[in-house]
């Protein structure tokens, strides 16, 4: 062979290689390491924000299962594991158990036949509305159910005070038992002191989202966004009354978090995940309590499962670990852990969770707190695939108004016509 | 060997008639192919890459903009131009397309004239200039998502530092995150914050190829620092303008992270008023999992673009044309033709 021709052949290798990274390139990733058949394995979960599994916690499980080996992925927001979950479901590259949230529950239900189902002997575990939250029209269970979010109410007992209004929790559970009730408080309030009395009024709207079992859609899966009364008055009762009393129209902006500290506001709708929040924000803010009710009832704000790919390599292995991490006595560990809530009945009768005190806010009972208000929810929301769409939207109509952008009728109208177009 | 060649050579070559059939070794094909190919084969590599990592996106992206698509089960449904003609019939869409314009401009012009103005002091004779060079560009360095961190804060309505500076003056506090020109004022400062010392950089770079004669003779015939600036050294940046003007241009239209970044939601505020084309494009697709519509909306992003660049490359060209010195502009036509002359020459 020539010399050019040696080249020529040498040239054509490298092209070939460089077609076989480029092709690998599309393909790499999605292999998943683990499901040897050596009977070692290694579990991928992945979670966000903090579940409450500690390393110590899932070190005992790697103890209790030789051979077992687990890596925990964090992302660092909802929203992140949202994007990647979505990506790659269907697909390859998921980890062996990914959690989702309750936010996104709804989307993912639309692909509950690629989710591994929950066991049948397992359902009964969870409270009643997790589990229909995440049961598809076949009747299958596709979520363990970690934590929820039973929301109370937290208020400043020195705002309080000041303004004349009760401080002891008790009697301040006695004031907000309808939404009537805590607008008229609210309305005394803020005309006694001149400031808001609630830190959101799209806190309100999810308040009483929570309580309609039809919103935007009903149970068969039509819109009935735009004509169902219901939405109408929740719409008109949050501009009405809640938006006169709420320092800012939505929460977790720059500003809100700063009047945290400043004690702009007296009181916030807060489910159990707001405490470490609030404590994180406002460490030097003495005062904070919460009272033992909900106005209207109870209503759920939050709260994630483990889903199992139904396409993973070791679907049985991770069924086996979703089944303990979400047993009654690793979720009150990690409610001691995190403040992550349970949602199993079993766990509230546990120490962990029954004796379960918070010294930020006046050493209130809130493990007792938390399980009454989990106790009260008795509705069901029906959430479709869209449900956060038109809610999010209804939540950018409520701003609108607060800003002064729209009067109440024009941000009702945008709504309808935004909707329209989903 | 050579027969066998030749057979293959004649039996697909159908030579022209009236053409000798030049008889070649192996090894002189060889060579010929040598010549002809090795250089495609060189830039192979990166084309190859091109056709996996952009041409396949783009024209996967222009398939699924014509479907309703659901990206998790990888189906879709044909449904013509519907996608498109949703986007268009969006008060949303020509919300954010108006936005987008809106904060290009406030970000380009004064960029542009701060820019000239800190490349022309840089151009002085100054102390500890490489310092000053670096400092310039010390916010390109920034990442953006840092940057709308930093801004996003400052900017706060009631909590932020701008409004309590402004309070000082007595000006009145601003709603940055509800007023929409505020706020694209807001996000015009985080635009320029990140770009002003780059440009201004580039811009130093073509002060200082600018021939110091020109200055002499400037100054020899009375002209002062000024007049020299206006006569001298803009005309001569004209090239290296124009360059910058097209690039921030590109980069204006695709402005995401800054706007993204200016609130909480990072949806482009409750009445819209920061909603920029990609930003919308961004939530249709990984908000609302709608990958048809949100192709649909890349396609007709990609045709303003497009568009855009065109209109900046007849102005471009009609600016450069004058410069003068590098010979006649001649169009693809003409130097074609010219091409065929001199190879009739040669060959005659």
Known sequence: ?422 | MTATITDRGTASGAPSPGRPVRVLSFSQRLSRWDVKLSPYLYISPFFIVFAVAGLFPIVYTAVISFMDWDQIRRSGEWVGFDQYAWILQQPKFWVALGNTFSIFLLSSVPQLILATFIAAMLDRHIRARTFWRMSALLPYVVAPVAVGLIFNALFADNSGQVNEWLGFFGIGPIPWHVEPFWSHVAIATMVNYRWTGYNALILLAAMQAIPRDYYEAATVDGAGPFRQFWSVTLPSLRPTLIFVIITSTIGGLQIFDEPRMFDQFGRGGAGSQWLTITLYLYDIGWGEWNFGRASAMAWILFIIILAIGLINLLVTRSLVRDEGGRGPVLTRAERRAAARARRREARA
């Open chain 1, 1 to 422: 062979m020539t010399h050019r021709a040696l080249r020529r052949t040498l040239a054509g290798v490298a092209l070939a290689s460089v077609g076989g990274l480029v092709l690998a390139g599309c393909t790499g990733g999605n292999g998943d390491g683990g499901g040897d058949a050596g009977g070692d394995i290694e579990l991928t979960i992945a979670t966000f924000n903090d579940f409450g599994y500690s390393d110590e916690l899932l070190q005992e499980y790697e103890d209790a299962h030789p051979g077992v080996t687990i890596v925990h992925n964090r992302a660092a927001t909802s929203n992140d594991a949202r994007a990647n979950f979505f990506q790659k479901l269907g697909n390859t590259g998921l980890a062996d158990i990914e959690a989702i949230e309750i936010d996104w529950l709804a989307e993912g239900m639309q692909y509950s036949d690629l989710l591994a189902p929950v066991p049948d002997d397992l359902k009964g575990r969870w409270l009643d509305w997790k589990e229909a939250a995440a049961t598809d029209a076949e009747g299958n269970l596709i979520g363990y159910g970690t934590d929820i979010g039973p929301q109370a109410v937290c208020y400043r007992a020195d705002l309080f005070e000041a303004a004349g209004l009760p401080t002891d929790r008790e009697e301040v559970a006695g004031l907000f038992t309808t939404w009537d009730d805590l607008f008229a408080v609210g309305a005394e309030y803020k005309e006694k002191t001149g400031k808001p009395f609630l830190d959101s009024a799209n806190s309100i709207l999810q308040g009483l989202a929570n309580q309609l079992e039809e919103t935007y859609e009903d149970a068969d899966g039509n819109v009935i966004a735009t004509e169902n009364p219901d939405v109408r008055e929740m719409f008109d009762t949050v501009i009405e009354k809640g938006v006169p009393i709420s320092a800012y129209a939505g929460q977790w902006s720059e500003d809100w978090y700063a009047s945290m500290a400043n004690g702009e506001f007296a009181a916030m709708l807060c489910p159990p995940w707001m405490h470490g929040i609030i404590s994180g924000e406002a460490p030097d803010v003495t005062g904070w309590d919460i009272a033992d009710v909900f106005p209207g009832g109870g209503s759920n704000w939050g709260g994630s499962y483990l889903t199992i790919p139904a396409n993973g390599d070791n679907v049985e292995a991770a069924q086996e670990l979703a089944d303990w991490l979400t047993s009654p006595e690793i979720q009150a560990r990690a409610f001691a852990n995190v403040g992550a809530f349970p949602s199993q009945p079993d766990a509230y009768e546990m120490t962990e969770v029954s004796d379960a005190t918070n010294e930020y806010f006046n050493d209130a009972p809130v493990g007792e707190i938390n399980s009454n208000r989990a106790a009260a929810i008795t509705v069901t929301p029906i959430k479709g695939p869209k449900y956060f769409q038109f809610h999010e939207a209804l939540n950018q109509a409520v701003t609108r108004v607060f800003d002064g952008l729209e009067t109440p009728e024009e941000a009702w109208d945008s709504w309808v016509t935004e909707v329209s177009a989903f």
